[in-house]
């Protein structure tokens, strides 16, 4: 496992993570991690992030049951976002859908 | 084209965007957008951001001659992500990658 010392939180203390699924590519979600979630989805494996809305950190799944298990986890060039590659046991969005993004704005 | 008056820019009056290959699939960055710079993509077909280090409207491109023609524009559940599917004229990346996320954490 890579330090992580050298990537640039905001001014709140938190990295924004794109979850792609690591079978199809689909980008299924954007959420926010602190430095916490990211050492706990290191060592669990599982996907933590930091609620902006409830300030709490959150363990992807931990109410609906559809974690998201980690396969590998990637940083851009400027130190300042993440991606991750995983596999959800089931919906990610809490509409139901598989993915966040599908609503598009070009469709008409 | 859709309203975009419900998206849900940040305090900073920027939305974070991700930008993916409409053809295979790959994550290739995260930039931000205001809503100038999601209405010259929506009219152009061509990414625009904002530039939080220059403080100015971003073509995607302008200096690297790279650009992103857009294939499509979603939002997600809570209207405060989006995602760009587009395919790019050359590496995306300044270091001259394919794609941002070059660097993997969960690599040893």
């Not at 924004?16 to 060592?43: C, K």
């Not at 991750?84 to 598989?98: A, D, N």
Request: proline share 3%; charged share 25%; aromatic share 8%.
């Amino acid at each position: 496992m890579r330090q992580i010392e050298s990537l640039k939180f905001n001014e709140q203390g938190l990295i924004p993570a794109i979850v792609q699924d690591a079978n199809t590519g689909e980008v299924l979600m954007l959420a926010y991690m602190n430095e916490e979630a990211l050492r706990r989805t290191l060592s669990s494996g599982e996907a933590w992030f930091y609620s902006r809305s409830r300030k709490t950190l959150w363990h992807k799944g931990e109410t609906s049951g559809n974690i998201i298990k980690i396969v590998s986890v990637w940083q851009d060039c400027d130190q300042d976002t993440l991606l991750l590659q995983g596999k959800p046991t089931g919906p990610v969005c809490h509409t139901g859908h598989e993915t966040c993004f599908f609503d598009q704005l070009t469709d008409r």
